[in-house]
């Protein structure tokens, strides 16, 4: 499988501030891949580096096989480039502002003509083509962002946080266009919304803390898609049925939490060849006399993964995002 980007142990730092930090990670062409963070975590330095914007301090990035440090101009003539704060001129008309961004990218001619109504077409703008900037909702705006992203047709979209702003139902319309935009190309989509991606993903790569937290196929960093098991029990009997249950073969990842009264809760995932985890569980219980205050199954979700690998209980408060910072 061909890795459109590929980070073997890249660094950035400003200063004193470490703000990525021996990361390594790939993605596949023709993904949607989420790029999932914290504030701080070291998502927007990533971002810029992969888009050739500057190269990391030590390690090695390739997008599309061209080495960031040695060649950043023909990477960035791979990659096209949503930031979050959108570079849009109100006082042009859509199509003016694509053919500006499509000359900038290098394209003259049928090239630059053809480029742009693909690109209109492709974003569904051909309807606002002649009109100003600035008379466009949010969600044609982010639209027109990402249009001028795609001009140059370049086989990566980096978009960094591109639903911020957009109320729910620009938010759908958005990620139904998102979904039609891989295949043929990669999407690298940053976000700090996880049902978000979630929905929209194939792939994921999740860092905290500027190193790598998780990364692969989203079915396989969900577990497959199984169901934790969750189980309630007397304190005096949580870590007697803890250590049973990392004992059987039957489970991949046993923890212990803490609850407000004299109890503990207990969560399980499954291995893959477990057919039924929650009898299983029950009659661990039983064979090790501990009695069981509740017992059900949970959907793994991006949201519990993010919060049991940063080891916090609210990752997204973090550090304030200043450039360095994200």
């Known amino acids: 499988m061909f890795s459109m980007i590929k980070a073997t142990g890249i660094s950035r730092t400003y200063g004193l501030l470490k703000a990525v930090d021996q990361l390594s990670f790939v993605v596949p062409s023709g993904v949607v891949c989420g790029f999932l963070g914290?504030?701080?975590?070291?998502?927007?330095?990533?971002?810029?580096?992969?888009?050739?914007?500057?190269?990391?301090?030590?390690?090695?990035?390739?997008v599309g096989d061209v080495d960031v440090a040695r060649d950043p101009v023909a990477v960035r003539r791979q990659v096209?480039?949503?930031?979050?704060?959108?570079?849009?001129?109100?006082?042009?008309?859509?199509?003016?502002?694509?053919?500006?961004?499509?000359?900038l990218a290098g394209l003259a001619?049928?090239?630059?003509?053809?480029?742009?109504?693909?690109?209109?077409?492709?974003?569904?703008?051909?309807?606002?083509r002649r009109r100003l900037i600035r008379t466009l909702s949010r969600g044609y705006r982010q639209r027109t962002g990402l249009s001028a992203a795609m001009v140059a047709d370049p086989p990566l979209l980096v978009l960094d946080e591109p639903t911020v702003g957009l109320d729910p139902v620009q938010q759908v319309a958005f990620r139904k266009l998102l979904g039609t935009l891989s295949g043929d190309r990669t999407v690298l989509l940053s976000s700090h919304l996880l049902s978000e991606v979630q929905s929209t993903c194939t792939w994921l790569v999740m860092i905290t803390g500027g190193r790598l937290l998780a990364s692969g196929p989203?079915?396989?960093?969900?577990?497959?898609?199984?169901?934790?098991?969750?189980?309630?029990?007397?304190?005096?009997?949580a870590e007697r049925l803890l250590d049973a249950c990392r004992q059987d073969p039957g489970f991949s990842d046993v923890t212990l939490e803490d609850t407000a009264s004299q109890q503990k809760d207990l969560f399980v995932v499954p291995a893959s060849d477990t057919a039924d985890p929650q009898a299983l569980l029950g009659d661990l219980a039983a064979r090790h006399a501990v009695p069981l205050r509740a017992l059900g199954a949970e959907e793994i979700t991006l949201e519990s993964i993010f919060l049991a690998g940063a080891g916090t209980d609210s990752p997204w408060s973090g550090a304030a995002g200043g450039e360095a910072d994200q």
């Open 38 to 62: 914290p504030n701080g975590a070291g998502k927007s330095t990533t971002i810029r580096m992969i888009a050739g914007l500057y190269p990391p301090d030590s390690g090695f990035l390739e």
């Open 80 to 103: 096209g480039y949503l930031p979050e704060a959108n570079p849009l001129y109100p006082e042009l008309r859509v199509e003016e502002y694509l053919m500006f961004r499509g000359r």
């Open 109 to 128: 001619g049928r090239h630059l003509r053809a480029g742009v109504d693909r690109s209109l077409d492709s974003c569904g703008l051909g309807d606002v």
């Open 218 to 237: 989203a079915e396989q960093v969900l577990h497959g898609g199984r169901r934790r098991i969750h189980a309630r029990v007397d304190a005096k009997d």
